[in-house]
């Protein structure tokens, strides 16, 4: 069964060093996000993420976002930061966005499906980005099987997922509601999902810069 811990900034250093061993070792783990809990594996290990997609019983193809830290990971993934992307950075970034980068083409084909882009959120969760500017990036996906409801508890991914996943940093309830916005930055601009951070609301903000949404 998974190995829950319990989040506290007094054991941030303790948490982060089980949770990377965890990773390094290919394993996975759940970990809060500001919506739900999220499936977190190491996204530059292509075995990880082969593993990770099997767990969630995905056969779709569908890539697989990545959760960042700090603007400074961004770059290990993103070949390029289009004038778009930099402007939805600095309006919604940290929150519930995932922007969709050009892909660094050494990045696992399981991550992007073989798309040639990467979707990248800087959560607004904060114990979340505690935990990752000491371990680094981890994959997002959402703690559930395939055509199950993500989990917002510790105790639901337990129940779930708790013979798959190596550890559970137990934060809480999390807020649930409507999942992330993804949005693809690179031209022709597009809401690829909308969720909860409304398509008026980000065409609002680049109609400030004369740009508009497919």
């Known amino acids: 069964m998974a190995e829950i811990i319990s989040f506290s900034p007094l054991t941030i250093e303790?948490?982060?060093d089980r949770v990377q061993q965890a990773v390094r070792q290919g394993g996975i783990v759940a970990i809060p996000t500001e919506t739900y809990y999220g499936l977190g594996v190491d996204p530059f290990n292509d075995v990880a993420v082969e593993g990770?997609?099997?767990v969630k019983g995905r056969s779709d193809g569908k890539p697989i976002l990545v959760l960042i830290g700090s603007l400074e990971q961004l770059p290990l993934f993103a070949q390029a930061v289009p004038p778009v992307a930099k402007i939805l950075i600095e309006?919604?970034?940290p929150g519930s966005l995932t922007i969709l980068f050009p892909a660094r083409p050494s990045l696992s084909h399981n991550l992007t499906a073989r798309t040639g882009s990467v979707g990248i959120r800087l959560s607004s969760c904060e114990p979340l980005n505690a935990l990752l500017s000491r371990v680094g990036p981890l994959t997002g996906t959402s703690a559930n099987r395939a055509?199950?409801?993500p989990a917002q508890t510790a105790k639901?991914?337990?129940?779930?997922?708790?013979?798959?996943v190596d550890v559970?940093?137990?934060a809480g309830t999390t807020a649930g509601g409507l999942p992330s916005t993804v949005i693809d930055a690179q031209l022709p601009i597009r809401v690829i999902r909308e969720g909860a951070v409304t398509r008026q609301k980000i065409q609002d903000v680049l109609q400030t810069h004369g740009i508009s949404l497919v």
């Open 147 to 149: 055509d199950r409801l």
């Open 168 to 170: 559970v940093v137990d």
């Open 14 to 16: 303790r948490i982060a």
């Open 52 to 54: 990770l997609a099997r």
């Open 91 to 93: 309006e919604f970034w």
């Open 156 to 164: 639901m991914v337990e129940q779930e997922l708790g013979m798959d």
